[in-house]
């Protein structure tokens, strides 16, 4: 089993797609092993988008994070954060697949519903930053 970290974004939440997403994870055979409404902090969203510092959209991405609530999650299943980034779709949600969670719940390349770990490293980094190990159940 491996696990991922997904977040529902800002957009997402506002938009009342939370429950949704959730069917829609546990329909894809994941297991949510934690949860929890969270608001992310600009140091916080600093910190957790740090590779992107010198790209033009940092500071936009950083705005929009820290703009409202979100639900992060640490998600379990064989193939976790391959199966995760299928199911989410394309960055851009114009270019995602039909059925994806960014095609039908996303608005834009920023406020795209969702946030999925890149690989398996980014994975275990992403879910210590939200989670502690007592909260992983």
Known sequence: MEKTLAIIKP???????????????EAEGFRVVAFKRHRI???????FYGEHRAKGFFGSLVAYMTSGPVYVAVLERENGVAHWRSVMGA????????????????????????????DAADASREVTFFFSQAELI
Do not use: M, W, Y
């Open 41 to 47: 902090s600009k140091t916080q969203a600093e910190s």
């Open 11 to 25: 957009d997402a939440v506002e938009s009342k797609n939370v429950g949704k997403i959730l069917t829609r994870i």
């Open 91 to 118: 960055t851009d949600p114009a270019k995602a697949d039909a059925g994806t969670i960014r095609r039908e719940f996303g608005q834009s390349i920023e406020r795209n519903a969702a946030h999925g770990s890149a």
